[in-house]
């Protein structure tokens, strides 16, 4: 088992060695680097609105209890500083990319899987095509740029999500939850949240395509090997959080 473990991340560093390197064209490059944004990216807009809109929402109100509920008067203020706290050092940083992981993940995996087990990977090997380069990298790129974006957006429809909470409720006012917000957050929050969506977005491009790349057999092993990726994907971004964690917050 432990040979295993350690032959696999062997074959992983040595295909992100051949994936990290200086794409032969760039001209092909930036088409397959737009295309990946749209697939990898733009194509979780609606997921990651509608998942951080409701959990803000109910950080918001679980908030608002335990402050209503403590033995000490806490002011209404301060749910709107806990549920941007909240948003911003774990939910959407490490909920959300584990809910891309998922997503995006298994469609990595399955797409540079089914290439393999139809021969396609063979062909570019055969043409003289870095195969890994061509088909990983735009990948990487695409979700170290683009999944902080999709972070920033979650935090702010989360608060969003918060603020609709109190419309509908009318536990807090408005002008209460937006002095919350507007209370002050050290700088190093901010630095560790879109540090660990660097890292979760690194993951989630490579472990798939990993799995993906190394496909043998058929359609079926596609399919194991799709939920593997994912499997191990939360698995190692769960495991970085908590080296990350330790590293800048401690």
Do not use: H
């Not at 209404?76 to 809910?99: D, H, M, N, Q, R």
């Not at 609709?164 to 560790?192: E, H, S, V």
């Amino acid at each position: 088992m432990l040979k295993k473990f350690f032959t696999a991340v062997g074959e992983y560093m040595i295909l992100l060695g051949k994936s990290i390197q200086k794409p032969q064209k760039m001209r092909v490059f930036w088409k397959l680097f737009m295309r990946e944004i749209n697939d990898l990216g733009v194509n979780s807009f609606g997921l990651v609105i509608f998942t951080s809109i409701f959990v803000g929402a109910v950080v918001a109100i679980q908030m608002f209890n335990n402050f209503d509920a403590s033995s000490f008067p806490i002011p209404p203020s301060f749910v709107g500083y806990a549920t941007k706290a909240v948003l911003v050092l774990e939910f959407s940083p490490t909920i959300i990319s584990l809910i891309l992981a998922g997503k995006v993940g298994s469609y990595i995996a399955s797409s540079i899987g089914t290439m393999r087990v139809s021969e396609q990977i063979d062909a570019l090997d055969i043409m003289g095509v870095n195969s890994p380069n061509f088909l990983i990298f735009p990948k990487i790129i695409a979700c170290v740029i683009f999944n902080p974006l999709l972070i920033a957006i979650s935090i702010v429809f989360g608060i969003g999500g918060g603020y609709i909470a109190g419309l509908l409720t009318g536990n807090w006012t408005t002008a209460d939850y937006i002095t919350g917000i507007q209370m002050y957050m050290p700088n190093l929050f901010i630095y560790y949240a879109f540090t660990k969506t660097v890292v979760f977005a690194f993951i989630i491009a490579t472990v798939p395509s990993y799995y993906g790349y190394n496909v043998k057999g058929g359609s079926l092993e596609v399919g194991r090997a799709s939920t593997q990726a994912v499997v191990w994907t939360m698995v190692f971004i769960i495991l970085s959080e908590l080296l990350l964690t330790q590293l800048i917050l401690s």
